[in-house]
């Protein structure tokens, strides 16, 4: 059975990218290696450490494989595993930034992305600025002769704003800045920043890489430039992964291409739905026509996820609406096969924009019938009415 390439479309990609089943006597899944003590098989290769596996924290034939299946979607040079999304955030900003740097982060970036940027890199040294999502090449007027990273998130964390990525990619790479693109929602099926000139992308692959809830995991991929400084990184840092998580995302990744579509049909389903209702105010959401970044996710992506928000018209209580939910669940993360719901919290925001909403609401539509979503979500709205269903505002 050949390996998957470039030339094959995603699913077989997806099936067959990581490893060659003949390296191990036929078995289509690789070994679960699970490894800290390597031997050597004498003096000199023990000292030169000339040989593919030294110690179980530079890697494994199971965390291999798994590196070897993201770097082949992301078209990347090589790519490391980390323990969680926030340490694949972590560890290449504290890979590319010294004291005296000047870091540029999106104020739409994960909130625990801000936190690390703001209890961790001061201490360092670093300063740290926010900027306006959607600024495009306009960055130009932030960058400094020491800014050394610019770190992006498209959508944005909560409100979804769309980046124009090869704009400021193309602002930052001649000056030698570093873009870092946290490109979690999108993964790397339905957006490749690698191709638009960006230098570093991220996933939290406990989202959709392993897609069922039960694992946690980071990927951070790189060009050829900079892999041999992002591997080094890595290495000194210790940011180690176990096969047995590796084999999960790994196997996750198998059938990604078709939970994403699933995920995808139904979520523009239950959000088009939601822009008719008369409790909803607006729905973000970049794949609808009616969204302000519309024409970005279009141009630059091949598919949508199914992470959106939508905010509520005065009358409609947040916390009676959430309460009221049976099939979602109430919680933080997505990418999973079950639905969940939060209340968005925008404080953190250093950048008072005039279309901030005061009750947002974040849904991750999972792979549940649609039908049974729309219904949960209509007893929900009516239970969540404050003010009489004709003291609403119509629906815009």
Not at 193 to 220: C, F, N, R, W
Not at 278 to 291: G, I, N, S
Not at 337 to 348: G, R, W
Request: contains cysteine; proline residues 5%.
């Amino acid at each position: 059975m050949a390996k998957a390439d470039a030339s094959h479309g995603p699913n077989t990609r997806l099936g067959h990218g990581g490893n060659d089943p003949m390296d191990y006597y036929g078995f289509v899944n690789p070994p679960v290696v699970r490894a800290s003590t390597v031997l050597f098989l004498d003096a000199r290769t023990l000292i030169a450490e000339d040989q593919k596996y030294n110690y179980g924290t530079h890697g494994t034939p199971t965390t291999d494989a798994l590196c070897e299946a993201i770097s082949g979607l992301e078209g990347a040079a090589g790519t490391v595993l980390v323990p969680s999304g926030l340490a694949a955030i972590s560890v290449p900003l504290l890979t590319f930034l010294s004291a005296g740097d000047h870091v540029l982060i999106t104020d739409s970036v994960y909130g625990p992305t801000r936190r690390f940027a703001n209890e961790v890199l001061p201490r360092m040294g670093v300063t740290v600025e926010y900027f306006d999502p959607l600024l495009g090449a306009d960055i130009a007027r932030h960058l400094r002769p020491e800014t050394r990273v610019v770190f992006l998130e498209t959508p944005g964390s909560n409100t979804f704003d769309m980046q124009d990525i090869p704009a400021i990619a193309a602002i930052c790479r001649p000056r030698g800045i570093v873009t870092m693109v946290d490109n979690t929602w999108a993964t790397p099926l339905y957006y490749r920043p690698l191709e638009q000139g960006v230098d570093i992308v991220i996933h939290a692959a406990t989202k959709y890489l392993g897609g069922h809830s039960d694992v946690l995991m980071g990927t951070v991929s790189t060009n050829a430039q900079l892999w041999p400084r992002l591997y080094r990184g890595h290495m000194v840092l210790g940011m180690c992964v176990g096969s047995d998580d590796a084999y999960l995302i790994l196997r996750g990744l198998r059938g990604l291409g078709r939970r994403l579509a699933v995920h995808q049909e139904s979520t523009l389903a239950v959000a088009r739905w939601l822009e008719g209702r008369d409790e909803v105010k607006r729905v973000y959401h970049p794949a609808l026509e009616t969204d302000p970044g519309h024409a970005i996710w279009k141009r630059d992506f091949s598919g949508a996820a199914s992470l959106f928000s939508f905010s509520l018209r005065d009358g409609v209580d947040a916390h009676r609406l959430l309460n009221a939910l049976s099939v979602f669940g109430l919680g933080y993360s997505y990418g999973g096969y079950e639905s969940l719901a939060a209340k968005v919290n925008l404080a953190d925001r250093t950048l008072k924009r005039a279309d901030a909403e005061d009750t947002l609401i974040r849904l991750h539509i999972g792979l549940e019938d649609v039908e049974d979503l729309i219904a949960d979500l209509e007893r929900a709205l009516i239970a969540a009415r404050v003010a009489a269903p004709d003291d609403l505002p119509a629906a815009s």
